[in-house]
């Protein structure tokens, strides 16, 4: 019950936060604008931007879950599974590689010339608090994150092996984690990676900018290799975030429902 409840107010926290941060920087982008273009559907050339709408929906998402673990709900419902599957996948393929991407790239530029990333003009329309908002909270939310909740991660076979061979002998259907899916978490991020790209590349093309200082003065080829290896920075990401669950959380599943079950033995014995 302490538990559900710090959850409960951990995320819905941080969903009223990000929430309040969107709509300080949609304040800050009627005035001025992307190179003068005040169209709200430029905002999705920010990778920023797409990481605090995928936060916003997450942390609402989290927040949905833990009010129906406070009120006792039956975890072996469909709602319940969805809401959870939901969130759970969100996280894996979106939130912990996306957000991290933008909080070390974005503090990474910033170190070794801040002109190319967040110029020294924007300090007077862009309030500190916000930058760190949205370019430093990200990064460690994640982390503590996945430290806090068991996002479901799939099981390495190694740890498997471990768990079934344990002093517990779970039968497989209790340590296999139920949200888990390696093809469409992996799918989901590459999907968003070449999405994003293509806006970027279409706003270019249309308006003549990028949407960072440092895609505009460094050559075509640096720009491809820069995209080409951020994306495989972010599938890497993926990697990690399932290593730092695993390690945290050892393969285990929240829970597994009884309809699940019943129904993995029923395949077990018809095969």
Sequence with gaps: MIKDSALFLFHCSFFIFTSYGVFQFFKIFDKFGFYGKTDPILVLNFLTLWGQFFLILFFGISTIVDLLNLVKFKKNNYFYFIALKIRDVLFRSIIFPICFVISSLFWGIYAYDRQLIFSIELDSIFPSYLNHLQHTLPGLLIIVETLIENHQYHASPVTLQKLKEGPSKHPIETITPITSDVKQD???????????????????????????????????????????????????????GRLINQKRWGGESIFVPKNFVKKQSINKKTN
Excluded: D, E, Q
Excluded at 203 to 223: A, C, D, E, M, Q
């Design 186 to 240: 992996v799918s989901n991020l590459v999907l968003f990676i070449l999405t994003y790209i293509s806006i970027i590349a279409y706003t270019r093309y249309t308006i003549g900018h990028w949407p960072y200082p440092f895609l505009n003065v460094i050559p075509t080829h640096s720009k491809i290799i820069f995209i080409f290896t951020s994306s495989c920075f972010g599938v890497m990401l993926y990697a990690i």
